[in-house]
Each structure stands twice: as C-alpha cells, then as structure tokens.
C-alpha cells in the first residue's frame, strides 16, 4: 500500500478518538462506581434493573406499611392490656360481692364497677394518629358512647363502630388487620373485642348487669355476671393472643422483606457496578496506549525526506 | 540533422517540459491538504522524430497532459458508504436525543426523592419509572392510613410529579419530531443546492474539457467532493456521459448533463409526517440510505413507537386507576369522580378536584366508612396486575420495556455507526493510496526535474558555444 503524507494524520485522528472516548468511558465508570448509567449502555441490564429497583421500591413501601402497622398493633395492644385488668377486676368484684357482704359493701363494689365501665369506655375509644383503633372503619367517631342517668351512672353503652376493618398489604396480594372492631354482632367476620354475639361476651352489658345485681343485692344474679364475664375474658384473651401472633408475623415479615432488600441489592450490584480494580487496569491500559499513539504519530510525522535535502 | 538552432530549440522544450514538471510537482505540494484532491501527474513524451540520412532522429520531449490519479470504483464506493454513514449518523443523532428526553438514568449513589436508596440501598432511578413507582407506593401507604389527610396530600403530589413528567417527555419527544422534519427540510434544501452546483459543474467541465481536450483535474475534483456531499443526503445513481454527470435518485432523474431537471422537495404525507419527493413526482421517493432515509427512518420508527408506548402506558395508567377510584368513596361520601384526567402522555393530569380538596379522594370501600381502604388497596394492588392492553405485562413492566427497547434501538444504531466508521475510514485510506499527495515522492519528482533542467541548461550552454566555435572561425 502507498503511503502518504495524509495517511499519518488520516490513521491517527481516528486512532486517537477511539482511544479518547474509551478513556472518557472509562473514567466515568471509575467515577461513578457504575457501569450502566444509560439503557443505551446495556439494553438488557438496563431492564433487569428497573425491574429490580422496581421490586425494592416496592418492597421499601412494604416495610413502611409494616412498620405502620406494628405502631397500631402496639398501640391495640396497650389499650387491650388496660381492658384486661378492667375485666380481671369485674370478676374479682363478681367473685368478693356473695351473699354475705352488706348491702353497703356492695354499694361500694357498685360504685367502683361503674368507674370500671367509664374507665373501659375511654380506653375502648383509644386513638392513634387521629383514627378511633376499635371503631372497625368507621373510625372518625368514637365507637363507644355512653348514656348516664341523674346519678351519674351507666345506663347503656352503645357501639357505633362497624365490624369490618381495613386490611393493609404486607406482601404481594397477602393483606392483614391488625386491630380487631369493637363489636361484632352479626355473627360473622372478625371477633369483637369487647362484644361478640358468638362467644357471648359483652363486656360493657355484663358490667351494667353487674353493677345493678350488686346495687340491688341479688346474689344468684351476680354469680350470672359472674359466669358472663369470664366469657368476657376468655374474649380478650383470645385477641391478646391474636394480637401477639400479628405483632410477631409482623416481625418476620420486616425482616425477610430486609434480606430480600439485601440480596436484590447485590444482584442489581451485578448487573450495574463496575468491577473497580479491572476498571482502572483498562483506564491504565488505555492511558499508555494513548501515549504510545501520540508519541509514535509525532516522531513518525516529523520525519521526511525534507530533513535530508539541502 | 536539426543543426545548432534546431538544438537549441530542443533544449529550450526541454527546460520548459521540466519546468512544467516542478511546476505540477508545486501543484500537488501545495494542495497536499487540500480536501478532495488528486495528485496530478505530467505526461511527458517524446517529440516528433524527423527522418535523417541515418534515420530517424528524435527532437526532445515534451509535456503532453496532467493527468489525475483517480480510482473510479473507488470514488463510486465513497459515494454508496457515504449515504450509508450519512443514515447511521442521523439515526443515531436523533435516538440520543431521545434516550436524553425520556430521562431515564441508573444512579446508584444517589437517593431518589423520597430517598429511595437510603431506604432500599439499590440506587435510584431518574424519570418516568421512578414516577410510576412512587405513585403506587403513595397508594399503598395511604391504604395503611386512609383518612389521613397528610397521607392523601403526599399521594396527590406524587401523582402530580408524574403526570407532569409524562408531560415533559411527551412535549419533548413531540419536539424532537418536529425538528426531524425541520431537518429533513432543511437538507432537502441543501440537497437541491448541490444539485444546482452540480449541474453547473457539468457546464465548466464541459467547456473546459472541449477547449483543449484534457480533463479539467481540478473541477472534476469539486465535482466529486459535491457529489460525496450530496451522497450524505441521498442515496443516487451516477452515470457519466458525453454531457457530464446524469445523477438520478430512486428512478428519477435529477440532473442530467448542464441541465437540473428535477429537484427533491419536502410534503406532508399524513399526520404531519414529512416525506421526501421529486417536484414532479406524486409520491415519495423509496430512499434506502442517505440522512434524509436515516432521519425518516428514526422519526416513523424508534420514535414513533416509544412515543406510542408512552401514550399506551399512560392511557392505561388513566384508565385502571380511574375505574378503581370511580367505585370508591371520598371522606365527605361523594363516588364517582375521576382520579386522573386526559387520555394519553399529553395531557395526562390529576383531576384538579381532588388536589384542590384531598378529602375528594375516593380511598373508602364502603359508604360512611371513612377508615376503610378497599377502593384505595384496590389502586395499589394495580401494580402487579397484568394488563391486556399492555400485552399481559403490568405498567411498569411494560414502561421498563419501552425504556431498554430504545436503549436498544440507540445501542445498535452506535455499533453500526462505527462499524461504518471503520468501512469509511478503510475505504479513505485506500483512496489516499492511490490519489493521496506523497511528499517524499514529490521531492523526488522536484529534485528529478530539477536535475533535468540543469543537464537541458547544459545543453544550452554547449550549443551556445558551438555557435561560438561557428562564429569566431570567421574573423
């Protein structure tokens, strides 16, 4: 092939800019540790990875949703835990109040039962972040509302919460409530905490009960209370229990959702990162080879004939 | 014989041949970096012989022509590669701009705007995608809390954020398509310049050519930079007749000889798609390579179909999550109103309603029961649901498509435009092979001619004192 003057030149211009925007290639991927910045850079790892970005987002939301749901859960649970020692103290009234206390003694037994069902009422209408927890999803008012007579005791408490509530997602398609309603009647769906027309628990009625049986002296009807609020408190029990199986899932989910966070980091990791110290070996390589060029091209360029002719 | 005057006149051709050779020699070192040029040689070949007693006896040498080193399959086949790079570059100029426009980068080190990475730790991603994440995680996270009116504000501001990214893209990309055409206008513009230049330069070379009947070197050397130029453009047959050049495109005949025949104009096809036709002609032009092809290409092609995805991927985001949020019911009890409005990437939007009065939002299953999250789970679950639509994909499946298949269109067109590259540059550097200036050869050829001048002069000088000699015998 004839050589000629242009053909130097010619090769090098372009011999340089592949060598350039390899080096220019090269030092963004040093710097910014990633290997595929745009989806022209790697089509197929492109996609894979919004993909998997994607999934992580997703499961981000996930562990707030978790995360939300375990403050509800807990706050479920202190306000059951009160309820509880409401009804661990009705039954030990139930249980003191036989026919041999006087009708004064059962007075002040009355008069404490109706504190214990002003007490329950407040805890029952328990709020967190604004919502009443037991009022199913009718939870802007208040679930439980009571009536007082002259003497300022309890004649009725009513419940105006609903018996469904709001199921939050914690995996794909897998949904769980965490707090129970307040009452169910209907005799379906899931078990009221203070009331539950399947187990025949009603705390609220069975302490109005009491107190009257207690104010009137009518031991056969207290020791009928009496049998009425163990149901009472084999209910709260139960969601006790519930509550501690919900707090626990809860749990394991958070952390599986972390180590599946983990590993879809490595594996998005694989597909974008750049492998840092063959990165650099590259960026090196190229880096002399951009030397060799400019220096071979200028010595060969500044050679002629001309420098022997006089 | 010639005798003495006749030899003198032999050197005198002699010194003007070499003189034309260092001159030609000149010529080429001067135009060593001259675009387009082709290294001219002189011819030199002897003079007419004149029949003696002891036969015939040559008078000299003269200069007969320069003539140009040119390989016509070559320059044939720089025309064809040239419309060939001319696609490839137009193709890939456009894909970057659009690869630009939708926004999408992998950003590991950064955190998103919810500070997505610090909470998932896998990176962030710009645009479009991010959008359609946050949207459904702001469904979600409402479901958790579906009476709460921060959770609601957040939620709408999300939503808003992506519509108005979709906006963005959609403006853009529909920007991008209106400068293709302006392009494609403007080289047709060029295209019919170089025409005209073209034409013309069949004229001089003509003229020039018939004058003395030796090849005008230097405008046959224009004459096929333009050519080259316009090959970038359009794709063209050339033949060369006794007229000149006759350069057809597609069939038809755009230059012939000294005359312009036809010309290439811009027409609206149909939906404000410009394609490229002849003046005359009625329909367009089947142009095969050439930027004029590359851009029509890129513009009805890659393009189109990733503004139509996104059309597609935003009118079913439309549509699902409005007939979810239809059903559902607002904390003041109203149903029925849209979440979204607008049709397709464009004019996607929040319905203004609700970002005027986040308790419009319809989250509530069932009427009266503020805190239920059927409606709005509902919306969330939309993420992971399959569309028909979206050819059994969920939207952001089908948008993480549409991303990595222009990203494919621009990677495959940047792997081609340098594999033209290298047939390009190939096929100059065997052009330069035959055609390029040597300076080495030149000063070689310079000292040659130069050193036959000296020997002519010599003659010159020989002769003259032989005359001399003739003279002084008589005295």
């Not at chain 1, 130097?8 to 290639?25: H, I, M």
């Not at chain 1, 022209?40 to 996930?62: F, I, K, N």
């Not at chain 1, 026919?99 to 059962?106: A, H, I, Q, R, V």
């Not at chain 2, 709460?148 to 501001?157: A, K």
């Amino acid at each position: 092939m004839r050589i000629t003057f242009s053909t130097f030149p010619n090769a090098l211009v372009p011999q340089l800019g592949t060598l350039a925007s390899r080096q220019a290639k090269l030092q963004t991927e040093a710097a910014t540790g990633q290997r595929v910045q745009n989806a022209s850079d790697d089509p197929v790892a492109m996609r894979r990875v919004l993909d998997l970005q994607a999934e992580a987002q997703s499961m981000g939301q996930y562990r707030k949703n978790v995360t939300r749901l375990q403050e509800v859960a807990g706050a479920s649970f202190t306000a059951m835990r009160s309820l509880q020692k409401v009804s661990d103290r009705a039954s030990e009234i139930a249980t003191l109040a036989d026919g041999l206390k006087s009708p004064e003694e059962m007075k002040i037994y009355a008069a404490e039962v109706n504190q214990l069902i002003q007490q329950a009422v407040q805890t029952a209408n328990a709020k967190n972040r604004g919502d009443y927890i037991f009022a199913g999803t009718k939870n802007d008012l208040p679930p439980f509302t009571m009536a007082l007579d002259a003497n300022g005791q309890v004649t009725g408490v009513t419940y105006q919460g609903n018996d469904s509530v709001a199921e939050s997602e914690i995996v794909p398609g897998q949904t769980i409530a965490v707090q129970p309603p307040g009452v169910n009647t209907s005799g379906s769906g899931p078990q009221g905490l203070l009331g539950d027309s399947r187990n025949g628990s009603d705390l609220f009625g069975h302490l109005i009960s009491l107190r009257d049986n207690l104010l009137a002296g009518n031991a056969a009807g207290i020791v009928a209370d009496h049998t009425n609020l163990a149901k009472d408190e084999d209910n709260l029990m139960q969601q006790y229990g519930l509550n501690g199986s919900i707090q626990s899932r809860l749990e394991v989910t958070a952390a599986r959702i972390g180590d599946q966070l983990l590993s879809v980091e490595s594996v998005v990791s694989q597909e974008v990162d750049a492998d840092l110290a063959e990165t650099l070996v590259k960026l090196n390589e190229t880096q002399m080879a951009y030397q060799a060029a400019l220096q071979s091209g200028a010595s060969i360029m500044k050679m002629s004939l001309m420098d022997y002719l006089r | 014989m010639l005798g003495l005057f006749g030899s003198l006149n032999l050197g005198a051709r002699s010194l003007q041949t070499q003189q034309q050779g260092v001159e030609v020699s000149g010529h080429n070192l001067a135009n060593v970096n001259t675009p387009g040029y082709a290294r001219q040689r002189l011819q030199i070949s002897t003079g007419m012989a004149l029949p003696t007693a002891v036969g015939w006896q040559g008078t000299g040498a003269l200069g007969t022509a320069v003539t140009q080193a040119r390989d016509a399959i070559l320059d044939r086949q720089a025309l064809r590669e040239g419309a060939i790079q001319g696609s490839l570059d137009s193709q890939m100029k456009a894909l970057q701009f659009a690869e630009t426009y939708l926004g999408e980068k992998l950003d590991r080190q950064a955190s998103g705007a919810d500070g997505t990475s610090s909470t998932t730790s896998v990176g962030a991603q710009h645009g479009l995608s991010e959008g359609i994440n946050s949207l459904f995680a702001a469904f979600q996270s409402l479901s958790t809390q579906p009476s709460s009116l921060t959770e609601r504000q957040v939620l709408l501001m999300k939503a808003t954020d992506l519509t108005t990214r979709f906006n963005t893209t959609s403006t853009r990309l529909g920007e991008l398509d209106a400068s293709l055409n302006e392009s494609l206008t403007t080289e047709v513009g060029s295209a019919n310049g170089l025409l005209r230049d073209l034409a013309a330069l069949n004229d001089r070379i003509n003229r020039a050519e018939m004058s003395d009947g030796t090849p005008a070197n230097d405008l046959r050397d224009l004459r096929q930079q333009k050519l080259e130029a316009l090959a970038k453009y359009v794709p063209m047959d050339v033949v060369e007749t006794t007229g000149g050049l006759e350069i057809s495109v597609d069939g038809q005949t755009l230059v012939s000889g000294v005359n312009q025949l036809d010309s290439l104009e811009t027409y609206d096809a149909g939906g404000g798609r410009l394609q490229v036709r002849t003046v005359t002609g009625a329909t367009a032009l089947n142009l095969t390579s050439g930027s004029l092809a590359g851009t029509i290409e890129v513009r009805d092609g890659a393009i189109a179909q990733l503004r139509n995805s996104l059309n597609v991927a935003a009118g079913e985001l439309i549509s699902m999550v409005n007939t979810a949020h239809r059903n559902g019911f607002s904390l003041n009890d109203t149903t029925g109103a849209d979440f979204f409005t607008g049709t397709n990437a464009g004019n996607i939007a929040v319905n203004a309603a609700l970002t005027a009065d986040p308790v419009l939002l319809q989250a509530s299953g069932a009427l009266g029961n503020k805190g239920d999250n059927q409606t709005i789970l509902a919306m969330a679950q939309l993420n992971t649901s399959a569309r028909a639509a979206l050819g059994q994909q969920t939207v952001f499946q089908y948008f993480s498509k549409t991303i990595a298949a222009a990203g494919q269109a621009l990677s495959s067109v940047t792997a081609q435009q340098s594999d033209q590259k290298v047939v390009v540059d190939m096929l100059n550097r065997q052009r330069d092979s035959v055609s390029g200036v040597s300076l080495d050869e030149e000063m070689t050829d310079m000292m040659k001619y130069q050193k036959a001048y000296t020997a002519s002069a010599k003659l010159i000088t020989t002769i003259d004192e032989m005359l001399d000699t003739i003279i002084g015998m008589k005295r």
